[in-house]
């Protein structure tokens, strides 16, 4: 139980473009969900928490008109990354919360490269 | 701002040696978590802890919650290659998880 997938693996788009990324929750329903975004060998970094029927939260320093999220159902999640530049290249990770205490289980990774 | 930092950062050692990653922060968390991740996947869960003291173990891995749930430690045992990758703990509070900084272990045959 608690798989979580996302798609695409990876993308590369030229600059200017919107990207979207899907984020699904696939035997269970999640009313919250979160984005992180990873550079080689570092930890994760919160971009922002997607909650069902209502507006994602945005971590400082992330700017939301860029990174649009949806989260329009209990099993999906999405962020479009708009207007994308290279220094938006990275690897873009979901996950969902699950469980009392929470746990948090990750779809496998959307490596997204700007040209 | 980091909350919670694991060290060592980095970790090279040979098949068969043992050890000891650890997450440390001035913060109280309800629970904490232990993930791996290998290269180009997301992370993994690999326990949960939740009582101060309390002690997991999977395998060849050990898991310790500190007394005061402000810390935890992952010790691996004889380690094997497959255990390479990036190991990252994180504390739960309320609705709130903080990732720790990340230890990247290398694992030579």
């Known amino acids: 139980g608690a798989v979580v997938s996302q798609h695409p693996s990876w993308v590369i788009c030229k600059s200017g473009t919107s990207v979207k990324i899907e984020c699904r929750s696939l035997d269970f329903q999640a009313t919250t969900m979160f984005w992180y975004r990873q550079f080689p060998k570092q930890s994760l970094m919160l971009m922002a928490t997607s909650n069902e029927g209502s507006k994602a939260t945005y971590e400082q320093g992330v700017e939301k008109d860029k990174f649009l999220i949806n989260h329009a159902s209990l099993t999906l999640s999405t962020l479009t990354v708009t207007s994308a530049h290279p220094e938006d290249s990275s690897f873009y990770i979901c996950s969902a919360r699950v469980g009392a205490p929470y746990e948090q289980y990750f779809g496998p990774g959307t490596r997204l490269t700007v040209t | ?109």
């Open chain 2, 1 to 109: 701002t980091q909350l919670l930092e694991q060290s060592p950062q980095f970790l090279s050692i040979q098949e068969g040696e043992n050890l000891t990653v650890y997450c440390n922060s001035s913060s109280v968390f309800s629970s904490l978590q232990w993930y791996r991740q290998e290269p180009g996947e997301g992370p993994v869960l690999l326990v949960t802890v939740v009582t101060g003291g309390e002690v997991k173990k999977l395998k060849r891995l050990t898991f310790q919650f500190g007394d005061a749930r402000k810390d935890s430690s992952l010790h691996i045992t004889a380690a094997q290659p497959g255990d390479t990758g990036l190991y990252l703990c994180a504390g739960g509070t309320g609705n709130q998880f903080y990732f720790g900084t990340g230890t990247s272990l290398t694992v030579i045959p």
